[in-house]
């Protein structure tokens, strides 16, 4: 493996050197643009006005992170947090400018966590008397989930306009044939029955555990569609979920959801806002016009803090990844305002190194009694996810988070067919102690090595189980009996004391607030990101090639350490 790293680094040195020039030209002039951007931003705030009867276009194809990226609306419109559209959504039902929203749902990416947060804030500007609309011209039952929540669903009016809706579908891939013809093998050592990753590099079948906890996980989120189908549309419970497991809504077209009732009209979408005329608003607009996000003269604030991808020790060279040192600065900034009364921590982890997480909780678990820290769980926090969340004073979730996952897993590679009868490279050793090779990638995996790891696992399990334990007033037998590494909807967790209360990240701030007694207060995000990387990424193909190459090193994380990691999505 360090030979194929070796010829990665040689390939991606050379790829760097080739961009090198018009990558600096190019940072040089996003920063000109940059700078001009935070100049000019006040006075573009004041010249955009919102007419009267205006409705506010919100486009959920764009990538929608839950970090804030360092970059202006003004300069990359495509990088809004999904707070900052929640609170364009609690805006707009106070602004009596604004009758309603547009939105857009093809090529939607936001969790089921999600997608229950939004749907709540829509139907608190239904009751408000705010009109919203749904469009989308292919349905599936993610988009037709946040579509539920509209006062209208409309389609384009043609069969290519291609509705899925059905039940369930999850593919994981199993390695092990085509490893074992590449002469690659694993050795997975894992603390907990239901800790699944890692078994398809060593198992030719999904285990009985995986499939098990994951049923069971499926079976619940369709049955809270089928019923919100039923509810909301007026439609026979029994009738419905026979339609979508026959697979009548499947590869369908917008006339058979109309005849159904399940949507309300059939128009291409440039003749469906023609009606709205220049009323028609980009979120990205309504946003600086309405100064979301700005500076706040308010005393009382409430730091959001948003932890989002996978956990690792290295400083990461692109969004998406938790660092301790990134991290940690965060929290120690809004523990150093004297203005912020209180953090909440966002959550959206799978979880990932156990050092790395075990650092961050320990951060937390030190500055939780001088401020509170309560937890927002977004789309996932499982595993080293969950760790951190449960060294905050309260976690809040959605009742579809995923969270749980407690256990933990170490994957050991060993090379030494591919390398020696693959290849044919002849490997000498120098050796002196009896596991001095432990984390050899060419040496043969024994029982005593095993042990030895399985031994390391165990221990660090069972700080998992203590922590958690402690963090959550519970015994840590009790927390046994429901930790081995199985995920837990938000609904459950909260049942067997994992969770605190169900609700989203603007019930987490409302619940903190009122906690801490105030009576007005405004949120703060702390941001520390890489903007300019991604905006690079958008305008410079050949840079994501770049940071896909670079993130091979990460991998390095994942090997030989016990890792709190439950990787799979589940969608």
């Avoid at 709540?120 to 609309?133: A, D, Q, S, T």
Wanted: net charge positive; hydrophobic share 40%.
């Amino acid at each position: 493996m360090k030979i194929v790293n070796l010829i990665l680094k040689f390939l991606l040195f050379i790829v760097k050197e080739i961009l090198s020039f018009f990558i600096k030209l190019f940072l040089f002039l996003i920063v000109a643009v940059f700078l001009i951007g935070i100049l000019s931003t006040k006075k573009i705030n004041q010249d955009i006005a919102i007419r009267k009867n205006s409705y506010v276009e919100i486009d959920l194809a764009k990538k929608v992170y839950e970090k804030k990226g360092s970059i202006p609306n003004l300069l990359n419109e495509k990088d809004l947090s999904f707070y900052t559209i929640l609170e364009a959504l609690k805006r707009i039902g106070n602004d009596g400018a604004v009758d309603g929203v547009v939105l857009r749902l093809d090529g939607m990416g936001l969790s089921y966590g999600q997608i229950e947060e939004m749907s709540g804030l829509i139907r608190e500007l239904k009751l408000k008397e705010k009109k919203v609309y749904a469009f989308s011209s292919t349905m599936n039952n993610n988009r037709y989930w946040l579509a539920l929540s509209a006062d209208k669903i409309i389609m384009p009016p043609t069969a290519a306009a291609t509705v899925n809706l059905g039940g369930y579908y999850s593919e994981v891939r199993y390695y092990k044939g085509l490893l074992d013809k590449l002469g690659v093998s694993f050795q997975v050592i894992h603390a907990g029955d239901y800790k699944a990753y890692g078994e398809n590099y060593i198992r030719d079948t999904m285990s009985a555990e995986y499939r098990e906890n994951m049923t069971e996980v499926y079976e619940k989120i369709f049955g809270a569609f089928v019923r919100d189908v039923a509810v909301i549309r007026k439609q026979n419970r029994a009738d419905i979920e026979t339609k979508l497991l026959s697979g009548e809504l499947m590869a369908a077209g917008p006339d058979a959801l109309k005849k159904l009732g399940l949507i309300d009209d059939t128009r291409y979408y440039s003749e469906f806002v023609s009606q709205f005329g220049k009323n028609l608003v980009s979120l990205n607009k309504y946003i600086l016009a309405s100064n979301i996000g700005g500076k706040t003269q308010n005393k009382n604030k409430i730091a959001v803090i948003t932890a989002e991808g996978d956990i690792i020790n290295t400083r990461p060279k692109a969004r998406g990844y938790i660092f301790p040192g990134s991290l940690i600065a965060d929290l120690e900034k809004a523990k150093n305002d004297p203005d912020v009364k209180g953090i909440v921590l966002r959550i959206n982890s799978p979880g990932g190194s156990a050092l790395a997480s075990d650092m961050i909780a320990g951060k937390i678990r030190e500055l939780r009694s001088g401020k509170p820290i309560y937890v927002s769980i977004g789309g996932v926090a499982a595993s080293g996810g969950y760790y951190i969340a449960s060294a905050g004073n309260k976690i809040y979730a959605s009742g579809n988070s995923i969270t749980g996952s407690i256990g933990v897993v170490s994957l050991i590679p060993n090379l030494s067919k591919l390398i020696g009868e693959k290849a044919a490279v002849k490997i000498e050793t120098i050796q002196k102690g009896a596991y001095a090779d432990l984390f050899s990638m060419t040496t043969a995996f024994t029982p005593e090595r095993a042990e030895k790891l399985q031994k390391s696992c165990d221990m660090v399990y069972g700080d998992f189980l203590g922590a958690v334990a402690a963090g959550r007033n519970l015994k840590k037998e009790d927390v046994e009996k429901i930790a081995g590494g199985k995920v837990w909807l938000g609904s459950d967790a909260r049942k067997n004391g994992l969770v605190d209360e169900i609700g989203g990240l603007n019930e987490c701030i409302a619940g903190l607030a009122r906690d801490l007694e105030l009576t007005s207060w405004s949120v703060v995000e702390v941001t520390s990101g890489s903007g300019l990387n991604s905006i690079l990424e958008d305008f410079v193909p050949l840079a994501a090639l770049v940071r896909q190459v670079e993130e091979i090193d990460y991998l390095g994380e994942f090997w030989f350490t016990p890792l709190k990691y439950f990787p799979y999505e589940i969608r």
